[in-house]
């Protein structure tokens, strides 16, 4: 048995004893946490994502935010699924992801699948960041080497999910520094903030843009989105983040954003004049780099670590154990 399979098997004992005198533990995250305690984890998940986004593609966005959702409060934990309790705030019930975030049946769909194979052995928390690679992947984005070893926390912070995650109508300043806060600079933003290639958003979040006759907006681009979204009611009615090519993951969210059509307020400010015009326009050139820069700000992203030490694997991913 090698190093490596060594700490795989005694970590658990290893952690339980800390727990007793109240030492933190964390894992130390791996490409092959699971080889021995379930080598078919990623693959079982891979093909159970892959079912849900052949279902219905736009889940690809929704489970590629799903996972930013999740990384940006209390790291990258899986307490975004919690349900409310008597003790759990709910995240779901946050402002930034009430009625908007998707994807937890999926989530919870591939947690059945492993847990039929390897029970009690594969976090909610690595699941959500294994089905934000394989969304992009499934969509024609780039993959990435993902570290697994995650645990599941047993707490949710409402308030931390209304505070922490940036907010569509976010200034470039404000940006750079919700970002900054969690690890990640300034063109890791912006990579990230590619993934609106993908995905739709709902009127109200973008109402106020279209109707503003702001010099920041395409006349042409303001009208026909209008269409969608009436200055009274449709609040919920949707709208492609890109126009071109909503479904494929591309680097025509940065043109669009060069021609003064991006939907959201939060991506325009990206190329308004402010320092990050530079890399919209380097990214508008050349997919290429964009899309290893979206990769390798995924990983980082996806390492932010979880501020609960001690987590749990949970058997469901909605409850406590």
Known sequence: MNSFNSFNTLFPIICLLLFVFHVPCEAQLSSTFYDRACPNASAIIR????RAISRERRMAASLIRL???????????????LDQTDTIQSEKTAFPNVNSVRGYDVIEAAKREVERVCPGV?????????????????VGGPSWNVRLGRRDSTTASRSQANTDLPSPSAGLDALISAFVNKG?????????SGAHTLGQAQCFLFRGRIYSNGTDIDAGFASTRRRQC???GGDGN???????????????????LMQRKGLLQSDQVLFSGGST???????????????????NAMIKMGEIPAAQQNGIVRRVCSAIN
């Open 47 to 50: 093909t159970s994502i892959l």
């Open 67 to 81: 996972h930013f959702h999740d990384c940006f409060v209390q790291g990258c934990d899986a307490s975004i699924l």
């Open 122 to 138: 594969v976090s909610c928390a690595d699941i959500v960041t294994l089905a934000a690679r394989d969304a992009s992947v499934a």
């Open 184 to 192: 990640l600079s300034a063109r890791d933003m912006v990579a990230l």
């Open 230 to 232: 009436p200055q009274n």
């Open 238 to 256: 949707l709208a492609a983040l890109d126009l071109v090519t909503p479904n494929s993951f591309d680097n025509n969210y940065f043109k669009n």
């Open 277 to 295: 015009d530079s890399i919209v326009s380097e990214y508008s050139r050349n997919p290429r780099i964009f899309a290893s820069d979206f990769a």
